[in-house]
């Protein structure tokens, strides 16, 4: 069975940096695995800030940026604000068979 | 603007079926990929299935859904369908529909459609 594995939890002060990992039980990410990154606020819908590795949306802050780290796909926010306070979602590819997986989330704090 | 608009929360029997939809507007409905994800409390996402944007309707299913999920779509009114049968209370979840942009970018997402199975 595929595995796809965040942090559960970080915690970052506001103005920090804080990096996100998403990894796979079948070996390293590559830019293969078109890797996303979902922002997700309780009660709301995930919202698209990083896909393909590390193309982002007019909508993505500036701040968020993605890239391929250590045979991992990551999430960085640099310059974190009180309203990254979210869970934060990845999802990769792993052709037509398997299609989609996501990992279980990390619930990033900023405190 | 695109938009994907899904269908209200349905309360549902185990054993029963439900059909959940999904109207696209603010794009041509035929040139994109419609994926299903869902959350169950607390949980994380999980991808269910595709629908392609190809002529032929080609579906693709999570290895654990098959069987019990089938998704359609309707091009006269931008919909697609997700049809989940066989309901048991681990399918209590909010069921998201996102669209799939070239690149595999899920650009746009639906509100979110809680299906809850309780007896």
């Known amino acids: 069975q595929t595995v796809v594995t965040q942090e559960p939890s970080l915690t970052v002060s506001p103005g920090g940096t804080v990096t996100l990992t998403c990894a796979s039980s079948t070996g390293a990410v590559t830019s293969g695995y078109f890797p996303n990154w979902f922002q997700q606020k309780p009660g709301q819908a995930p919202r698209t800030l990083i896909y393909g590795t590390t193309k982002k949306h007019s909508w993505t802050p500036a701040r968020f940026s993605g890239s391929l780290l250590g045979g991992k796909a990551a999430l960085t926010l640099s310059g974190v604000q009180p309203e990254d306070e979210a869970e934060y979602h990845c999802l990769l590819y792993y052709g037509r068979v398997l299609n989609w997986v996501s990992g279980g989330g990390t619930k990033l704090t900023v405190l | 603007q695109v938009q994907l608009v899904q269908s209200g929360a349905e309360i549902k029997k185990p054993g029963a079926s439900v059909k959940v939809s999904c109207k696209a507007s603010?794009?041509?409905?035929?040139?994109?990929?419609v994926h299903w994800v869902r959350q169950a409390p607390g949980q994380g996402l999980e991808w269910v299935g595709i629908?392609?944007?190809?002529?032929?309707?080609?579906?693709a299913y999570a290895q654990r859904f098959q069987g019990r999920v089938t998704v359609t779509r309707d091009t006269s009114t931008s919909t697609v369908y997700m049809e989940l049968s066989s309901l048991r209370a681990e399918d209590t979840a909010v069921y998201y529909c996102?669209?799939?942009?070239?690149?595999?970018?899920?650009?746009?997402w639906g509100q979110g459609t809680l299906v809850a199975v309780s007896s």
């Open positions: 996102a669209r799939e942009a070239p690149g595999g970018d899920f650009d746009y």
């Open positions: 629908m392609e944007y190809t002529g032929d309707s080609y579906t």
């Open positions: 603010g794009y041509t409905f035929t040139s994109y990929n």
